[in-house]
């Protein structure tokens, strides 16, 4: 059964397309990744998707509603939840402040410890968000997004800018929330993504350009040449 | 033991300086010194304005140059319902709450849904129509002479008497102090500090930022023309002066002052304003070319207002975190 459904969606800046009606769909329970070399259109995709930009075409369905033309706060009260590559949130408030600011919204406030807890948090709680390491400051991001009670959760490069033991901790966490939630994870550390997902789709130039369990995905000559630096 | 523990959570140095000031504002009318009173009274008036504008520029982080709008809304509501509807003082002032909720809910559906400069500008226009209004519509509102005779002597309160008078704008001011303290506390003071510090984040955990905007010009026009209705029947008269743009900036210089990160910034800012203006105003020919130049110096040097620049001399103490509400 399907949970998210992209259909020929395509994304242009003046004359460059970002991303080219591009289509896939995930199915319940499946943990994707999306890779690509830099400029690809993941994140551009994941954009488009979450509507932070609007499509210059095609169709995106969530849970089976169209949510093509709904703003992003609708499409996060559906259960589409996503990080950002930069940690966007909010640096003078306390970690516990901004973690509460999705407890309020779906109202989680009583989760907002045992969520810090699980995500070994719970020190920095009563810190300014700017405070404290940027490990710890994506993890609050996570923590958040966890909060908002996803049915389908968007990382975008969870472990981009990771110290090793940061990075350990991320990938531990992930492991974990996939067994109970849709996850999509745009990463270019091959070591997280074949860690962690089912299956792997490839972005070049806009378009996919490969879709398939890692294992294939690893011994696809195309993906190889473009990205794996044909090893 | 849970109401304990709200209680608690509720008390911080913000809260003593609050109490402090009002049992001090309260000390000031056993004086019986009626300048001492004028001042305070001012002060009270204006302390009101600019932290009712503090919570749209300082939370929400919207710069307005239209707040002359919402005084006036507020002064000139007071003004006509007591000369033409009903006489009373203390049922004007409550009327203009109404009146002020509908204008703030009109503003921000004609300027909430557009980026923050042109919000500034939009305030600005529609502040500007207003004073024009409210200067060409003479049959109404006696043009630029204003309109005098507001009552202070009503059906249920008199008013005429400066003591009388001052306890009645104390005790607006401190249910509006300890309103505003309880908003800063609560969820929607959280969520107006997130909408002032990463608007466009809101939106991906499920907030819509146009209601939480709306909800902050609310409470901001709601406030601000209280403060409006109660200069106007301090004075017992009004004319357009107070919705012309330049009274309107008057409650973001005080925030400038103060300290706009700061819960208590605006209001320090409004007790150094008012007490120049009616001092320092006095005897220096030139104040304002002293007051521009101290603003200069405030944002070049002191951002974070004299609140900033008190917490950056104590910051080794620690003291400075008892009386910010940001940082």
Redesign the interface.
Same mark, same amino acid.
């Given at each position: 059964m399907e949970i998210l459904r992209v259909e020929n969606i395509t994304k242009r800046f003046g004359r460059f397309v970002a991303v080219d009606n591009v289509s896939f769909t995930i199915s319940k329970g499946e943990t994707v990744a999306i890779i690509g070399p830099n400029g690809a259109g993941k994140t551009t995709l994941v954009n488009v998707i979450?509507k932070?930009l609007e499509p210059d075409g095609g169709r995106v369905f969530f849970d089976g509603i169209d949510i093509t033309r709904l =703003? =992003?706060?609708k499409i996060?009260?559906l259960g589409l939840?996503?990080t950002f590559q930069v940690v966007?949130?909010? =640096?003078?408030?306390k970690v516990r402040?901004n973690l +509460?600011?999705?407890g309020?919204? +779906?109202g989680t406030t009583g989760e907002v410890e045992s969520v810090a807890e699980i995500l070994g948090i719970k020190r920095y709680l009563d810190k300014?968000l700017v405070e404290v390491p940027l490990g710890v400051q994506k993890l609050v991001e996570l923590g958040?997004s966890l909060l908002?009670k996803p049915k389908m959760l968007i990382l975008d490069e969870p472990v981009a800018g990771l110290g090793a033991e940061d990075r350990f901790n991320m990938v531990k966490v992930l492991s974990e929330l996939k067994k109970s939630l849709n996850l999509i994870v745009i990463e270019h550390d091959m070591d997280v993504v074949f860690t962690l997902v089912d299956r792997i789709i490839v972005m070049d130039k806009g378009r996919i350009i490969a879709d398939g369990k890692p294992e294939n995905i690893r011994e696809n000559k195309l993906v190889k040449e473009i990205y794996l630096g044909g090893e | 033991m849970y109401m304990l523990r709200r209680l608690r959570a509720l008390i911080d140095g913000n809260i003593i300086a609050l109490l402090l000031l009002i049992g001090l504002l309260g000390l000031i009318s056993f004086t019986g010194h009626r300048f001492y009173m004028y001042i305070a009274t001012l002060i009270m008036i204006f302390g009101i304005f600019a932290m009712g504008y503090n919570i749209l520029f300082g939370y929400a982080g919207l710069l307005s140059f239209g707040h002359g709008l919402f005084f006036g809304v507020g002064a000139y509501s007071v003004a006509l319902f007591t000369l033409n509807v009903y006489r009373d003082p203390l049922v004007g002032v409550l009327f203009s709450i109404p009146i002020a909720l509908l204008t703030s809910i009109i503003v921000g559906i004609l300027t909430l849904k557009h980026g923050r400069v042109y919000f500034a500008i939009l305030t600005l226009a529609l502040s500007m129509i207003f004073w024009s209004a409210l200067v060409k519509l003479r049959w109404l509102t006696g043009g630029s002479d204003g309109l005098v005779g507001i009552p202070k002597r009503g059906v249920h309160v008199d008013l005429s008497a400066p003591t009388v008078f001052y306890y009645f704008t104390l005790v607006f001011f401190a249910a509006i102090m300890l309103g505003l303290y309880v908003l800063n506390k609560s969820?929607y003071g959280?969520?107006l @500090?997130?909408l002032g510090?990463?608007e466009? @984040?809101?939106?991906?955990?499920?907030?819509?930022t146009f209601t939480l905007r709306m909800i902050a010009l609310t409470i901001s026009g709601v406030v601000s023309a209280l403060a409006g209705a109660l200069y106007a029947v301090f004075y017992s008269v009004v004319t357009p002066d107070v919705a012309y743009w330049t009274f309107g900036a008057e409650p973001l210089v005080m925030s400038l002052i103060g300290g706009s990160s700061y819960f208590l910034g605006p209001l320090v800012g409004a007790i150094i304003f008012v007490s120049l203006t009616t001092t320092v105003a006095r005897f220096a020919e030139y104040w304002m070319f002293l007051l521009g130049a101290a603003l200069i110096a405030m944002i070049l040097f002191f951002r974070g207002g004299l609140l900033g620049f008190l917490e950056s001399l104590v910051g080794r103490f620690k003291l400075g975190v008892y009386l910010r509400w940001?940082?």
């Open positions: 979450t932070k =703003p =992003p706060q996060s009260r939840i996503r966007n949130l909010f =640096p003078v408030l402040e +509460a600011l999705a309020l919204r +779906a300014r958040i908002l | 969820r959280l969520l @500090r997130a510090t990463n466009d @984040r809101l939106p991906f955990l499920g907030y819509s940001r940082f």
